[in-house]
């Protein structure tokens, strides 16, 4: 039922229309979208429906059933959340200096390589963080093939993110010192990361319900917030894919309101939101 205030919008949204968007969206991306985020799908949507001078969400869809490329990346872009910040969840960037970097230089001597993935980077936060933990541990990685590799399915937060620039209000979690060290002003309220962070990182448009078109293994997976909205099943197929493309005793990192129970048992819990590989 629509309420009072629905009936006056510049643009309806009726039942049929929500359902098939909900439809389209877990086809295109996985999530599966509650009633409850009708209001969240009316605010975004409406901006595209004004860009492309259309009436209602039927001229729309029917735009959307024509499979233009262009707009279904729009569309994915729209729909989908993107909150980030430098060192969110601290914890994991601790566990990550201390403890697994450590026993990486140890395992992985021979070989000299290190990989991490950051699986829903957003804007860049999260990699450039990772990448500041791993020059903070270079002394240990002289020599060594590093790399990052950052995938998001919104391709204008990639795009943000391979600038490297930030205004100063993201740096909240960030001393002074590491800012000043790897983040230089470019202009008035506005920093960039420095060549040294992003010669580590290689940024990349994914839709993880798509083939993957890399193999591993990765050291390290960083996929925090992600599958939130995802179903159970979705959330199962998607982890199993993961951990055919790290080794036993590779780590992975979820987000704060995520757990792999009753999701997959090829990890198991080592602290807060902390898993290891065991089969």
Known sequence: MQTSAAAHREFQLSDREFDEIRRLVREHTGIALADSKRELVYSRLVRRLRRLSLATFAEYLAL???????????????????LTSFFREGHHFEFLADTVLPALERRNAASRRLRIWSAGCSTGEEPYSIAVALQEAMGRFRGWDVKILATDLDSNVVAHAQTGEY???????VSAARRERYFPQLRPGVFGAAPSLKSLITFRQLNLMHAWPFRGPFDVIFCRNVVIYFDKQTQRELFDRMADLQR??????????????????????IGKTIYRKVR
């Open 167 to 173: 205004r100063e209000d993201r740096f909240e979690k």
């Open 64 to 82: 959307l059933g024509r499979g233009e490329p262009a707009e279904l990346e729009e569309f994915t872009n729209a729909i989908t959340t993107n």
């Open 248 to 269: 036993n005793d590779d780590h992975l990192f979820i987000g704060h309101s995520e757990s792999l129970f009753k999701v997959s048992d090829r990890y198991q819990l």
